[in-house]
């Protein structure tokens, strides 16, 4: 059920440092993974993916580590910048569940100038 | 990358009203898209699964004849929330795999900008 006043977890960083955002995730049958942006009053944005064959993968100034064997997930972003500031959620998808995300409970990250 | 838009992006309504959302793939076809409601300061929790041509999949607890699915065509699903109440008042999003929707390994969905329901 929904948690009645629920705080997202949150994370403060001075511009410029690197910022690391966790995530552990529930199935352990998940195959492919995402790290979606979220800012205020938008939908989520696609930032990075890994599947389950992988243990990590880099993108521009973001880096997705997988750890099957805890169920860890995290996404480390290079040289913070004050647009990085938003709502990071991690999603796991299983093959054979028509797709269908499951979303982790998300990180605000803010970005001290 | 895959474009998703959402009508209208905000809306107030009195109790007891029904108001309707629409999401659209602009230039993918989607044979299945998915609708997602968030709570301020919560996650995004998965509704129902849109398919067009056949009846929407629900998840446990959503009542399917107070939130009416209906994927008419291949890039359009709407959201009716049926006598809204306040409630009711939330962030709905909707969003869409860019394959097309063909069974196989699972892609990148699309989040469409999403909607903010105010029930008065």
């Known amino acids: 059920g929904e948690s009645v006043g629920l705080h997202l977890p949150t994370l403060s960083v001075q511009e410029g440092d690197n910022s690391i955002i966790n995530c552990a995730y529930s199935?352990?049958?998940?195959?492919?993974f995402i790290w979606y942006k979220q800012e205020s009053g938008k939908g989520p944005q696609f930032i990075i993916d890994?599947?389950?064959?992988?243990d990590k993968r880099q993108g521009q100034r973001v880096t997705v580590l997988l750890n099957k064997t805890v169920k860890h997930l995290s996404l480390q972003i290079a040289a913070t910048q004050p647009g990085d500031s938003a709502v990071y959620f991690c999603?796991?998808?299983?093959?054979?569940?028509?797709?269908?995300?499951?979303f982790g409970s998300g990180t605000q990250l803010t970005v001290l100038p | 990358g895959a474009v998703v838009s959402q009508h209208p992006s905000w809306v107030i309504c009195k109790s007891g009203t029904s108001v309707k959302i629409e999401c659209r793939s602009l230039?993918?076809?989607?044979?299945?898209m998915f609708w997602y409601r968030q709570f301020p300061k919560q996650s995004l929790m998965l509704m129902a699964t849109?398919?067009?041509?056949?009846?929407?999949?629900?998840e446990q607890g959503v009542e399917k004849d107070k939130f009416l699915i209906n994927h008419a065509s291949l890039t359009l699903s709407t959201l009716t929330v049926t006598s809204a109440h306040p409630e009711d008042s939330s962030f709905y999003i909707c969003?869409?795999?860019?394959?097309?929707?063909?069974?196989?390994?699972?892609?990148?969905?699309?989040f469409g900008p999403g909607t903010r329901l105010t029930v008065l």
């Open positions: 999603a796991e998808n299983y093959y054979g569940s028509a797709r269908q995300l499951t």
């Open positions: 969003s869409a795999p860019a394959s097309g929707g063909a069974e196989g390994p699972p892609d990148t969905q699309y």
């Open positions: 890994i599947r389950s064959n992988m």
């Open positions: 199935n352990s049958a998940s195959d492919y």
């Open positions: 849109s398919n067009e041509g056949s009846k929407a999949t629900y």
């Open positions: 230039d993918f076809q989607a044979t299945t």
